[in-house]
């Protein structure tokens, strides 16, 4: 999200908390009439319960700490309500309508741009004591006490239930261990004695609680009860009142008592474990030491086959070993992969803050379906997604008026697609129905006529290209284009293209793979420096003195030469690779590597290839070394890294490539 | 006194900030980058990150000499940056006085494109403190 300027969230930040507040007012005020009729709405709350968590979340996001504090303190007693199976007490409701209003307020001074005031410390003390005595206070109809669900063993479990079958009441008493009732001489002791002679004690728990003027030594003591006395004696066991004297109806199922709640309801029949993405890097980054470590080992093999020694024992462990670096590579990836709709998700966010209501609507429609891809992959993609949402929103979809006089729907429409690609690849499309992108304006721009999708890219995708003269409030002066392509070609090792009609629309595609920590790759030599190439960008690799070649002229020395050949009935331009990242003296080239650039081969001319390898790429980061076509770095084992080059970027400077200047 | 890291290039004595170093590496080797600038000497993998190395003669325009195993690679971190500086040798830490620093000959400063910011006399040699951050490139602004 590092490319996403924060402010642009807040007009949709602001529109989401509103809603969700008077979601939550609504809700309250239901469980409110509930409560008066003596009934549970476990619905409302759980629903409640989700408002409060968006709200929390949301607000973390934005970093509005005051908000977030008043929604987790309230959503912990709805939490506890929704625990007891949707039964909220009366104030508790009162509470929560209080709480609504403070976030209300909060939200209003996010959007006056106003200082945020700290949460009313008066609400969240009343809503932490709410929560604890919520059991208590609650009245004493039967109610599910979920808190014991935690603290019994399957036996006791099993004492409740077979006396609640025989229809034999069970309660839970608390006693409060006082100055006074010691003075009395009512002790836990004698309570327990005392309560013994009325039923059964099943358990008995101590439990903390906040220090008042009833519970001075800011513990209590619950007693669990099989009896068949009346609440009357029951109370006067523990010192306590009628009132005090709380029937048990059921257990809650042992699972749904035992399932996380921390942070968000878990849908029941999966489990989860939240895992930091640092720890799967890490896991990753072992795994990658040890294929580091095969590679070094499997060259070993290969080095006492030479000597004439019989390896085929140690090949088999090899080939073992391989199979299983598999497996455990799928292992990692499937655990780092996310949802893409998950990925996609702040969007709607994003063009609902970025509409203007009455001039100009956009709806945007996803149809991710369930695909997945790698969550680092994700979170590199969003900014190049958000570039070209908002680009669609500023200058591809029309005003509304406008829309109305050619005939279209009155709303602009973006759709995000996506699918999966072959060779572990995503497929993904923006596509808008606005006016399509003019070409003649383009020209006019840049200067330079173009003829194809491809080449229009090209300019689009030119740093510093801009189709506006002025910056404007959600797209800038246009500037994203390039980022788009960096994110997706460089950044990602993967593809994009543009279709545009006009007046029909634009769609942008961006094929990028589901992971980029370990990739197969193509090494080969060129001018006796080491290089790898992706194995998917490559189409196919010749030997090039199989084929005639015929020297293309050049207009000046200072020229990248390029020759021609033929290639299953196509010419395909072939460009000396050596010379071209001035490398110095070849031995010859006699491979040529073929890659796709804008649906067009363009073969590389290198010495020759040494063979194929699945690597984990790292990133070039310091700029002294970030240069055009490098997209990356890795190690094949002898500690020196290797360059990853990116063949259809170094294609794009050929035209400008002269002798002599380094780039 | 702060302490220092001494090294060689050419005839020169130099010294950077020891707090501004990592650790040093020997040297063996770097891999070329085609289209990275020509002080570049390369990219070393350090500790799993990759570095670039920037070879000292170049950028002080010494003409290049032999590599020996005396060649270290001093490696620097400045602010996020990590870079190694590659040097004929490295071999003492020196404590040396900030407060005795004298700022370069006008003549030499101008020369040498402020790589160096300061003298300083130690055990009566004479050594020259490199700006760590303008040796490393932060005029360097391509990607």
């Not at chain 1, 939550?24 to 009934?39: H, W, Y």
């Not at chain 1, 070609?489 to 589901?514: N, W």
Request: glycine content about 8%; aromatic content about 4%.
């Amino acid at each position: 999200m590092s490319e996403i300027d924060i402010q642009e969230f807040v007009g949709g930040f602001i529109a989401e908390a509103d809603q969700l507040v008077a979601a939550a007012t609504a809700g309250l005020l239901e469980l409110e009439m509930a409560n008066d009729r003596g009934e549970a709405r476990p619905k409302t709350v759980r629903d409640l319960f989700r408002a409060l968590h968006t709200i929390k979340g949301l607000s973390g996001m934005m970093g509005i700490q005051p908000i977030v504090d008043i929604a987790h303190a309230f959503e912990t007693v709805v939490r506890a309500a929704d625990q007891r199976g949707g039964r909220i007490a009366p104030r508790a409701v009162e509470l929560g309508l209080i709480a609504m209003r403070a976030v209300a307020e909060r939200v209003r001074a996010v959007a006056d741009r106003q200082p945020i005031a700290a949460p009313p410390e008066a609400l969240l003390d009343e809503l932490a004591r709410v929560e604890t005595l919520g059991e208590t206070t609650s009245a004493p109809t039967p109610a599910i006490i979920s808190s014991w669900d935690r603290k019994l063993s399957a036996g006791e479990r099993q004492q409740i239930a077979t006396a609640l079958g025989e229809r034999r009441s069970v309660y839970t008493l608390t006693f409060t261990p006082s100055d006074a009732n010691s003075a009395r001489g009512i002790t836990i002791a004698t309570v327990r004695a005392d309560v013994g002679k009325l039923g059964e004690i099943v358990k008995v728990a101590p439990r903390a609680v906040p220090q008042t003027d009833d519970a001075p030594a800011g513990l209590v003591f619950e007693l669990l009860v099989i009896s068949d006395a009346t609440t009357s004696a029951l109370a006067e066991a523990v010192a306590s009142t009628p009132d005090r004297v709380v029937p048990l109806a059921a257990l809650e199922p042992p699972e749904l008592a035992t399932l996380p709640v921390d942070d968000e309801i878990s849908p029941i029949g999966r489990s989860y474990v939240r895992v930091e993405l640092d720890r799967l890097d890490d896991l990753q980054e072992q795994l990658s030491g040890l294929v580091v470590s095969r590679f070094r080992f499997e060259r070993e093999v290969a080095n006492l086959a030479a000597t004439g020694a019989d390896v085929r024992a140690l090949r088999e462990i090899t080939d073992a070993q391989e199979r299983q670096l598999r497996a455990l590579r799928r292992g990692i990836l499937r655990a780092r992969m996310v949802r893409v709709a998950e990925v996609l998700e702040p969007l709607s966010l994003l063009v609902r803050s970025l509409v203007k209501p009455g001039i100009k609507e956009v709806r945007l429609a996803l149809d991710v379906g369930d695909t997945e891809l790698d969550k680092a992959v994700g979170d590199r993609l969003l900014p190049a997604i958000v570039h070209l949402v908002r680009n669609a929103i500023d200058h591809a979809i029309e005003p509304i008026v406008e829309r109305e006089r050619i005939g279209k729907p009155r709303a602009g429409q973006i759709v995000i697609k996506c699918r999966q690609g072959a060779g572990n690849r995503l497929v993904l499309s923006v596509a808008d129905d606005g006016r399509g992108i003019d070409r003649e304006q383009i020209a006019r721009r840049s200067g330079r006529q173009t003829v194809d999708d491809s080449d229009l890219l090209d300019v689009l995708t030119t740093p510093g290209f801009s189709t506006r003269d002025h910056a404007t409030e959600t797209s800038g002066r246009g500037l994203g284009m390039d980022i788009v392509r960096r994110i997706a070609v460089r950044d990602l090792g993967g593809e994009l293209k543009i279709s545009t009609t006009p007046g029909a629309g634009t769609t942008f595609e961006l094929e990028v793979p589901l992971t980029i920590a370990i990739i197969d790759v193509f090494s080969f030599e060129c001018s006796k420096q080491a290089f790898v190439v992706p194995v998917a960008a490559i189409e196919e690799i010749f030997e090039l003195s199989e084929h005639r070649r015929i020297e293309g002229p050049v207009a000046d020395p200072g020229r990248l030469p390029i020759s021609i050949c033929e290639r299953r009935g196509r010419t395909v331009p072939i460009i000396p690779l050596g010379m071209m990242l001035r490398l110095g003296e070849t031995a010859g080239a006699h491979k040529a590597l073929v890659v796709r650039r804008g649906g067009e081969p363009l073969a590389f001319a290198v010495d020759r290839m040494l063979g194929r390898h699945e690597v984990v790429v790292r990133p070039i980061e310091d700029i002294l070394a970030r240069v055009p076509g490098v997209a990356g770095a890795t190690d094949l084992g002898d500690g020196r890294p290797t360059l990853l080059l990116d063949l259809v970027e170094l294609g794009a400077s050929i035209t400008t490539w002269r002798a002599g200047y380094s780039s | 006194m702060t302490l220092h890291v001494a090294f060689r290039v050419g005839s020169g004595e130099y010294a950077v900030d020891a707090r501004d170093v990592l650790h040093l590496e020997t040297f063996t080797q770097a891999t070329h980058v085609p289209g990275a600038p020509e002080f570049v000497a390369g990219l070393v993998q350090v500790r799993g990150k990759l570095v670039p190395v920037v070879d000292l003669r170049t950028r002080f325009g010494v003409t290049a000499g032999q590599r020996t195993l005396d060649n270290r690679v001093i490696v620097v971190k400045v602010g996020a940056r990590v870079a190694g500086l590659l040097v004929d040798s490295a071999r003492d830490i020196v404590q040396l006085d900030e407060s005795t620093f004298e700022p370069p000959p006008e003549l030499v400063g101008d020369q040498s494109a402020g790589f160096i910011k300061a003298v300083a006399s130690s055990a009566q040699r004479l050594l020259l403190i490199v700006d760590v951050p303008r040796v490393i490139g932060e005029e360097v602004r391509h990607a």
